[in-house]
């Protein structure tokens, strides 16, 4: 399914006219990223309490798997590739296990150990030329998830080449905010939803009691709601190339890079997935980038529970077949406030 308009990025909507105070939100920089959470309560002190868990739950698997963090396991794992295995927590393990399969799944359009090319491309300003060639293949050539090694006997994790790396950018913060809400919504609360910098899931319902609104905008009117999802419990993940990327020589390269080849990848602008959980959704809006929009949407027609929405470089609109018409509604032009999803998520460092 088709339809022209222009780039969407999309917008967290309370729709509840009456009742606001009972939704009390934070936001902070965790992860090196932009996270709100948000929690529905008439009890101020509750719904604080749950916050404040998140946020703590947020902070522990950051030192887990942060690679900046030179004291974290991630981080020994790399010291040691190519030298030996590290044997790491179970819940670590466990994400990498994970990630490989999706790994396996997309054909290597999701890959760790993509962070073998974090010091060749640079979207901060400073990259004024291409990078050499020999330096994006000399990269390239130490990205390969089979050749992370898993023993489950003794937990642990061997990059079998030296100067391979792995990263969490494209399934660490879907993860995080998976952990966080869980924790949320055990402790009391009418809802809850956490935005990891557009890895967005939500439980309950919100302040009005009604399922959570996922408002669709055009950037170029960013007032104006073009249509609008209801989404219960479930995570919505967006990734796209229209706030971090670097033109050089009148061509425009986005921060999202194909592991296959080292090279930013074209032919999309956003990606969103809708499924269960936010770190599956997380992986799979990458993936789709990486792919592309006939290999992408093949693959999510393939899996069962999951939706698609993208948009191309031609600013074209087109879905999943498992999300029909009538999941998007008419616009919503009467609510409260209106949240912003960044889109930083992708893979990169």
Same mark, same amino acid.
């Not at 009742?19 to 529905?40: V, W």
């Not at 296990?97 to 290597?108: D, N, P």
């Given at each position: 399914m088709i339809r022209y308009i222009s780039s969407l990025i999309l917008?967290? &909507?309370?729709?509840? %006219?009456?009742? =606001?105070?009972?939704?009390?939100?934070?936001?902070?920089? $965790?992860?090196? *990223?932009?996270?709100?959470?948000?929690?529905?309560?008439p009890d101020q002190n509750k719904a604080s309490a749950a916050i404040e868990a998140g946020i703590a739950e947020i902070k522990r698997i950051e030192k887990l798997i942060s690679s900046w963090d030179s004291k974290s396991q991630t981080s020994l794992v790399n010291k040691n590739a190519? &030298?030996?295995?590290? %044997?790491?927590? =179970?819940?670590?393990?466990?994400?990498?296990?994970?990630? $490989?399969?999706? *790994?396996?799944?997309?054909?290597?359009?999701?890959?760790?150990?993509?962070?073998?090319?974090?010091k060749i491309w640079r979207f901060n300003g400073e990259m004024t030329e291409l990078p050499d060639s020999s330096k994006v293949a000399a990269s390239v050539a130490k990205i390969n998830y089979q050749n992370i090694i898993l023993n489950p006997e003794k937990r642990s994790i061997f990059l079998a080449k030296e100067g391979m790396k792995i990263g969490f950018g494209a399934i660490g913060k879907g993860y995080a905010a998976n952990k966080a809400l869980d924790i949320m919504s055990k402790m009391d609360l009418k809802g809850a939803l956490v935005n990891a910098s557009g890895d967005l899931i939500s439980w309950g319902k919100d302040e009005g009691g009604k399922d959570w609104k996922i408002g669709i905008i055009n950037p170029k009117q960013k007032e104006k709601v073009f249509s609008w999802l209801n989404i219960n419990e479930t995570a919505l993940v967006t990734s796209g190339n229209y706030e971090r990327f670097v033109i050089i020589n009148g061509q425009r390269y986005s921060h999202i890079i194909d592991p296959r080849t080292g090279y930013p990848v074209r032919g999309l602008s956003s990606v969103s997935i809708i499924c269960p959980n936010a770190e599956l959704a997380d992986a799979l809006a990458t993936s789709v980038f990486v792919l592309g929009k006939d290999k992408g949407l093949d693959l999510i027609n393939r899996l069962k529970g999951i939706e698609c929405l993208l948009i191309t470089d031609k600013q074209e609109l087109f879905t999943s077949d498992n999300l029909h018409l009538d999941y998007i509604q008419k616009p919503i032009t009467n609510h409260k406030y209106q949240i912003k999803i960044g889109n930083e998520h992708a893979q990169k460092k």
């Open positions: 917008l967290f &909507i309370s729709l509840s %006219v009456i009742g =606001q105070s009972e939704s009390h939100t934070k936001t902070l920089l $965790l992860m090196g *990223s932009r996270f709100e959470l948000t929690a529905i309560s190519g &030298i030996k295995p590290v %044997v790491v927590d =179970q819940e670590l393990f466990n994400l990498i296990r994970r990630s $490989l399969k999706i *790994s396996k799944l997309t054909r290597g359009a999701f890959d760790i150990s993509y962070a073998s090319v974090d």
